[in-house]
């Protein structure tokens, strides 16, 4: 019930980002399509890849099936699939409990986001700003995004995705927009805004996961706990009776042989 209670909070906050963060991602795409990469540094996909930033969100606490295995499953399988094609294969991560997963695992955390309790915007554009500089510094030469999507109360998907450099969309109307002040100029400022609300969604997409996830949990559990009742009190019945019936089987027994003497 306290699950279910959080999940419609959950749900309401998401309802309130998801459409702009869609809006948001569009406008990126047609506003940088065509652009050449050299117009952002965070459009340019380098010669050669050899060091990869993985940004996993996940949660504090357990009690909600496999939501956070699942995400850490995610890193842990790029990793190893992917462990001789580059030189450094790094996570950054939301919640403890994918810390302990992977530390336990001794993947190279970079940092880790633990006790978060309330995702907010200047969260949101500290953690944009510290990726973008990993990014832009040279430390990292890709970024990939990891999540679980929020489908419905009773289903949520692991979603692993290219994040930086920004890809443009491949099939799309262009539309020659005009554009003031100059087109670079919007392009500087839209980018470090779509990256920051596409972390802000990711984050409330994720919580909003965690609650339906830990809710189907709980109910499982209650289930199993209703049907392990059941069985053991059926079980404790049976050796009831058969220890009721044991002891009669010797009182008879004693009784016939007492008549017979």
């Known amino acids: 019930m306290v699950s279910a209670s959080k ?10 980002i998801r459409d702009y963060a869609v809006k948001m991602g569009e406008l990126t795409g047609r506003v940088v399509m065509n652009m050449p990469e050299d117009a952002h540094p965070l459009l340019a996909t380098r010669e050669e890849i050899k060091k990869v930033l993985i940004v996993s969100i996940g949660s504090d606490r357990g009690l909600c099936g496999g939501f956070n295995t699942n995400v850490a499953l995610a890193a842990e399988n790029f990793a ?11 996570i950054y991560i939301f919640g403890r409990k994918i ?4 530390g336990k ?5 970079v940092k880790d986001w633990t006790d978060v309790k309330k995702v907010d ?24 995004l990891s999540y679980t999507s929020f489908v419905s109360a ?15 969309p491949e099939e799309s109307e262009y539309i ?7 087109r670079t100029e919007i392009v500087g400022t839209l980018i470090p805004r779509y990256i920051s609300t596409k972390i ?47 002891e009669m089987m010797d009182i008879v027994g004693g009784a016939e042989a007492l008549r017979g003497k």
């Open 200 to 246: 802000y969604y990711s984050l409330i997409e994720s919580q909003t996961s965690e609650h339906a996830a830990r809710m189907s949990a709980m109910e499982n559990a209650t289930s199993n706990c209703g049907e392990m009742v059941r069985y053991l009190t059926l079980v404790y019945n049976k050796r009831r009776q058969e220890g009721i019936t044991n």
């Open 121 to 144: 915007q200047d969260l949101v554009d500290t953690v944009a700003a510290e990726i973008i500089e990993l990014y832009l510094s040279g430390e990292f030469d890709k970024v990939y």
């Open 154 to 168: 009773v289903k949520q998907r692991v979603i692993f995705d290219e994040f930086i450099p920004i890809k443009t």
């Open 176 to 182: 020659d927009y005009i554009s003031e002040p100059a």
């Open 99 to 102: 810390r302990d997963y992977l």
């Open 105 to 109: 695992r001794k993947m190279d955390i």
């Open 7 to 16: 999940l419609r909070r959950a749900q309401t906050d998401l309802e309130k």
């Open 80 to 90: 190893r699939m992917n462990h001789p094609n580059y030189e450094r294969i790094a």
